[in-house]
């Protein structure tokens, strides 16, 4: 955590700057990013009202384009590098938001490729749970007419990630379980979305050794309502039970729903599976690349437990690769596997085709 004496109520840090920015995302208000000599306002689509939509056209002057991303314009048949800017002058709202999102739309008649300021502002539309559809436009230093808005300098935007590292264990306390008797769960707070962050302690794990861990992302239809859709509340249950049968171990339990995309992207996202996409392509339909969960928050609650070398229970690459780049040596891998289930065998056949899940599905379906 930042030396409290670093606050001295005059100036703000980075990651406030950021969460103030996204607070105001949210809002449904538009923020300033600047870069350089440039700036540009943005406001994420997911997020407005149509009557602040065609305020902020005629507050651009008609000059607002909409930003999408690579996979969002893949989907509409463009091929680009960093998405691309669709003009909006003359389009309403409802226009805009065919374009964006829904399922089936028509490749725009004109689009540019975007400017990389617009695209880096997503990362702002990312953290605030927000589809990163942005409708955006440049303005000149100057124009007071977004002058109440907040205002982001890239370089703060850049400098916020750093806080990712940042957390202190707020409390540890012991939580009888059904299945595992006794864990503690211990409760991490920081990082940049400032949510809090729970490690579950099964058992005395020995951290002179690697030491079983498992990351699980959640999932409230999954997890919480035994939803059929996928494996995730099996695969929390079953990793528990598996880190007592080790000797002990640890499960961080990351708040990143929806492959960290939010429920309400999840929610859309299973509206469009309904139709007939699986789970990568129902996400790039929302602009949303194939996985967007980061490993800072787990790697620095797992140092904060006196943990640098584990034997990860997962069958995702990317979560070993996630722990790796964040200076926690993995030294070993474990499968997680749940109930393979009419409702959730494509799914799980896309993790492993797709995202290249080590899930030896074909034996798992033989031996039901
Ligand atoms: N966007 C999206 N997220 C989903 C979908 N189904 C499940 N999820 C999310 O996917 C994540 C699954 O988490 P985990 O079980 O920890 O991760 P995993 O990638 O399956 O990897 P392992 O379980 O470790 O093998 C959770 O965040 C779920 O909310 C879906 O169809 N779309
Ligand atoms: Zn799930």
Known sequence: MKNDASFDFQSISPEIAVERAVAELRFGRPVVLREGGRQIVTLALDCVSPSVFDQFARACDDRHGLYLTEERADRLGIDSSGGIAVPLAGRSFEEASHLAYTLGAQKPESWAPADPLVAASTEIARLALLLPAMVACEIESGNGRFSACQALDMAQLKASN???????????????????????????????????????????????????????????????????????????????????????????????????????????????????????????????????????????????????????????????????????????????????????????????????????????????
């Open 162 to 368: 750093a806080a990712r590292q940042h957390f202190r264990q707020v409390v540890s306390t012991r939580v009888p379980l059904k299945q595992i008797g006794d864990a503690d769960f211990a409760v991490f707070r920081g990082g940049l979305a400032q949510k809090d962050q729970i490690a579950i302690i099964v058992g005395k794990p020995d951290t002179s050794a690697p030491v079983p861990v498992r990351i699980h992302s959640s999932c409230l239809t999954g997890d919480l309502c035994g939803s059929l859709k996928c494996d995730c509340g099996d695969q929390l249950r079953n990793g528990l039970k598996q880190l007592q049968a080790a000797g002990g171990g640890v499960l961080v339990y990351l708040d990143q729903e929806g492959r960290g995309t939010g429920i309400g992207a999840k929610m859309r996202a299973y509206g469009y599976q309904h139709q007939g996409l699986d789970t990568i392509d129902a996400d790039a339909e929302l602009g949303l690349a194939s996985d967007h969960r980061r490993y800072e928050a787990a790697a620095a609650m797992l140092r904060h437990l006196g943990i640098e070398q584990v034997i990860l229970h997962t069958n995702n690459p990317t979560k070993i690769d996630g722990l790796r780049v964040n200076g926690i040596d993995v030294t070993g891998q474990v499968g997680v596997t749940g109930t393979v289930t009419r409702e959730n065998v494509d799914y799980l056949r896309t993790k492993t085709l797709k995202a290249g899940h080590t899930l030896a599905l074909e034996n798992l379906i033989a031996a039901e």
